[in-house]
């Protein structure tokens, strides 16, 4: 059964119908009458000869034909032979409302597994378990029984909306409607323990009726096909928005290496959310605000944004809170600035724009011709209007509509009034104009926008000229410090020189070689971060100093101290960490931040599939704050980005060839100045292979 006719069936048939309203069958089989369902609805509930004026059944086998699609919630210990009955009499779809099946543990999910066996034996597909239902507005069908569906209006909209979450799909449904915003489909995936999120994306792509595609996702069930779907969205210019939970990694912890606790699961699906196009968004709100805006205004860029308001200091406000997400103001052309300067005091004409800032008096429609002379500008903006109480609400936001639409310009308004401006919502309502009460939702929603305008297809990362794939050791385990030379040397990766010592007379034989100064490092299986154990002594600048200090290692450390190693002192005008670790989801991926021993504290990082292009590397480092130390502050020489690039690519092919090996691989730090960069201390933790 296709999803299409999922959720556009002939016929339904609503397991445990009643008219009783305190029961989940009572209220989604009145919401599905109420909302005027065309196809053919079979009750079924043995108890009743008739519900709300149609015959009942009192079991699947009893309808006239076989109900193209099955609903129901009903215990969990009944679930399975309403499954069987389904299937063995033709049904090809069922929605399985009933929780506490792999949502509640192994037992559960048996039972779940169980399920999934007897549909697909039949060709039947199911939607949850532990799900809300769906409600397809395009199709006027609602399998729901959420009081926000007990309205007159099931507004029909572009957006098509698919939810891990039940309850956040009806209340994310009774949001928008109450802004005029409507959905082309609404599904609930619950369990996705057959049916799941990706299939009802593929869907919205092929659906003409749906133009933005929304996703609430708590874990993808198919990480690959995300990554198919999403390049497919892309193509076809669909675009698709995206609210995570679980953002926050608290599981990650600092054990093997810096970089597995900078990359948690969110962080590696945000970077290929980005290199794949795809808007995260970290609110509801401004998701639906987002596609409201790009169903409004198809194909249209934005780049910056125009602020127009009935306040100054909203002006002022709203361009603080936009310039901290890094979306800039508009720069008016010189005919722009022209024609405002007709109508507002000198000074007073530049963007924010403030109505009170107006030469003339009342009677001059200042709100509409203001937007209109905007409108024309050529710049790909938005207006962003951001309305406060003012005399005539109504009027000024009717006008700044009205010459936005004629103008071609898109916009969303910001109402910050609160009943007040009830009247003036209701004008962006019949014009089907974005709108929100937040400024925070209109922010998120602009940063939003300026993302998938921004967006460009990587480029395709290139191996370096005579780069081998050098082999890796077969043991398990950490790689030790020579191993790890050797690695990173075979890879082009500049390692500063170094001697492995069991004894000070060996680190003083080291050294000579070296020369001083040099830095002395404890080694150990028990010494994970050198620096954080107390083993690394710098700036050592003789022989005398260089056996205090490896006597100083041994006092402190005791047997935990297996070795020590020598090398010379390196310095840099910046640090930075690079890393490989390998996500849950996507694979390996390669971590590039600040550096040093405030990495974690710092946490100024990015991350990237891998292998990356020497342009991809660019762009993540420009991305990072510590990229402004790199192009050179207060009068200092930039540093040595080309060979930071370099390292970067090499590291990536690195990762790419051993993903099936390499756990963890961590430099910290990568030392550069205005030369180049060295690598002064690596990590790396090799598993069995996989497969």
């Known amino acids: 059964m296709s999803i299409a006719t999922l959720l556009r069936p002939k016929s339904v048939a609503v397991i445990g119908a009643s008219e009783d309203q305190t029961k989940f069958g009572g209220r989604l089989y009145r919401l599905l009458l109420k909302h005027r369902f065309a196809g053919t609805v079979y009750p079924i509930n043995p108890n009743r000869a008739e519900l709300f004026g149609l015959k009942t059944y009192k079991d699947l086998r009893s309808t006239p034909t076989p109900a193209d699609l099955v609903v129901m919630a009903v215990p969990r210990h009944l ?141 993808l069930k198919d990480p ?216 925070e939702d209109a922010v998120r929603a602009v940063a939003g926008w300026r993302d998938y305008s921004a967006w460009t297809m990587p480029s395709p990362a290139v191996r370096p000229v005579g780069m081998p794939i050098a082999a890796l050791p077969a043991e398990p385990g950490p790689l030790s410090p020579a191993a790890l030379d050797a690695l990173l040397t075979a890879y082009g990766l500049p390692i500063a020189p170094q001697a492995v010592c069991t004894t000070p007379d060996e680190a003083l034989r080291a050294a000579e070689t070296i020369s001083y100064p040099v830095a002395l490092k404890a080694l150990g299986q028990d010494i994970i971060h050198k620096t954080e154990a107390g083993g690394v002594i710098l700036g050592i600048d003789g022989p005398a100093g260089l056996q205090a200090a490896f006597a100083d290692l041994q006092f402190r450390l005791g047997p935990v101290l297996q070795a020590c190693l020598v090398q010379p002192m390196i310095k840099g005008d910046a640090e930075l960490i690079l890393g490989i670790t390998q996500d849950a ?45 790199l192009r050179g502050i207060r009068g200092k020489p930039a540093l040595a980005v080309a060979a930071i690039v370099d390292c970067i690519v090499r590291l990536s092919w690195l990762a790419h060839d051993h993903w099936n090996r390499l756990a963890e691989l961590d430099i910290n730090p990568l030392m550069v100045d205005q030369n180049g960069c060295t690598i002064v201390d690596a990590r790396a933790l090799l598993t069995g292979a996989r497969s």
Not at 153 to 181: E, N, W, Y
Not at 414 to 437: C, I, N, Q, Y
Request: proline content about 4%; charged content about 15%; aromatic content about 6%.
């Open 79 to 219: 679930v399975s032979g309403v499954i069987v009955e389904a299937a063995e009499i033709g049904v090809r779809g069922a929605i399985i409302i009933t929780s506490k099946f792999s949502d509640e543990g192994t037992e559960g999910a048996a039972m779940e597994a169980e399920l999934v066996t007897i549909a697909r034996a039949a060709n039947m597909r199911l939607i949850g378990p532990n799900c809300l239902g769906l409600i397809s507005p395009a199709n006027q069908l609602v399998l729901c029984s959420s009081p926000a569906l007990d309205t007159d209006v099931l507004p029909v909209g572009a957006i098509g909306f698919a939810s891990q979450s039940g309850a956040m799909m009806a209340t994310v449904f009774d949001r928008a409607r109450g802004r005029g915003v409507g959905f082309s489909h609404c599904v609930s995936v619950g369990n996705q323990a057959d049916l799941e999120l990706c299939d009802f994306v593929e869907y919205f792509l092929d659906d003409d009726r749906t133009r933005v595609i929304c996703t609430y996702v708590e874990g």
């Open 585 to 629: 989801q996507f694979g390996p991926m390669l971590v590039i931040g600040a550096g040093g021993i405030l990495v974690e504290l710092l946490h100024d990082v990015a991350l990237s599939q891998v292998p990356v292009s020497a342009e991809a590397a660019h762009s993540l480092l420009a991305g990072l704050r510590v990229s402004a130390l």
């Open 224 to 439: 690959a096909r995300f990554v198919a779907l999403a390049k497919r969205a892309r193509a076809m210019g669909k675009p698709w928005l995206m609210v995570k939970a679980g953002r926050t990694d608290s599981g990650a912890r600092a054990a093997f290496s810096h970089t597995a606790s900078l990359a948690g699961t969110f962080a590696g699906l945000q970077a290929m959310c980005r290199d794949l196009g795809v808007v995260i968004l970290d609110d509801f709100d401004a998701m639906i605000l987002l596609a409201a805006a790009l169903a409004r205004f198809p194909g249209r860029a934005v780049t910056s944004a125009t602020i127009l308001t009935t306040s100054g200091g909203g002006g002022a406000i709203s361009a603080d809170r936009l310039a901290s997400t890094g979306v800039k103001l508009t720069e008016f052309a010189p005919q722009t600035i022209a024609a405002l300067a007709e109508h507002y005091s000198a000074g007073q004409a530049s963007n924010p724009i403030d109505f009170g800032g107006r030469k003339g008096g009342e009677s001059l429609d200042i709100a509409g011709v203001t937007t209109t002379i905007i409108a024309a500008d050529p710049a790909f903006d938005a207006v962003v209007a951001v309305l406060t109480t003012s005399p005539d609400m109504r009027t000024t936001t009717a006008s700044i509509a009205d010459a936005t639409l004629d103008g071609g310009k898109p916009a969303i308004f910001v109402m910050t009034p609160g009943p007040a401006a009830d009247t003036a919502r209701a004008e962006l309502v019949g014009r089907a104009l974005p709108f929100t009460d937040a400024l």
